[in-house]
């Protein structure tokens, strides 16, 4: 029996999921049917860039890339390109190594490799890692800078601040 012949496997076939989407391939073409090869290549940040117990990206500005304007996000996102304008959320933003920022940042968390250049205020934390370059004052509670790291600005230790607790006050008791 003819059957036609495969195209090649791409250059890293150490991924275990590529084996078994060979073989489905195989099954595909004993019944004569062509089926499309998923994309089973992982294009989160790698695991030494990752903080807390999720790796997952909820969005990716890769190297060579360029946005303008107002971000605004929930989870985990990491920019390796350039971005100007505005960002905000309450969660992770990574600005990785190569990346260049020019924005004004309100996060809960910023973890920065690249460069920013504008103000960073962080409700967690702000970690500069080498060899980040921050141009701009950073507001936050927890601030972590590597040795390397060039920092040109204004640091302020703001108290952790969660908005949705609302302090209450003890009362007398009514009839006293």
């Known amino acids: 029996m003819w059957r036609p012949a495969e195209a090649p496997e791409p250059a890293n076939t150490a991924n275990t999921a590529n084996t078994a989407d060979s073989g489905r391939k195989e099954e595909a073409s004993e019944g ?40 605004a996000f929930e989870g985990k996102v990491r920019i390796d390109g350039t971005f100007s304008g505005e960002i905000s959320t309450n969660d992770l933003l990574m600005v990785g190594d190569g990346a260049k920022v020019t924005a004004e940042i309100s996060c809960g968390t910023v973890i920065v490799e690249g460069e920013v250049i ?59």
């Open 32 to 71: 004569n049917k062509t089926m499309q090869q998923r994309d089973t290549r992982d294009y989160s940040a790698p695991r030494e860039h990752t903080t807390g117990s999720s790796g997952d990206l909820n969005a990716l500005l890769g190297k060579g890339s360029e946005f303008e304007g107002k971000l």
């Open 118 to 176: 504008g103000n960073i205020k962080a409700t967690s934390a702000v970690e500069l890692r080498r060899p980040a370059k921050v141009h701009g004052d950073i507001t936050t509670p927890s601030l972590v800078i590597e040795k390397g790291v060039v920092f040109e600005g204004r640091s302020r230790m703001d108290e952790l601040q969660s908005s949705n607790v609302v302090p209450i006050y003890a009362s007398a008791e009514p009839g006293e």
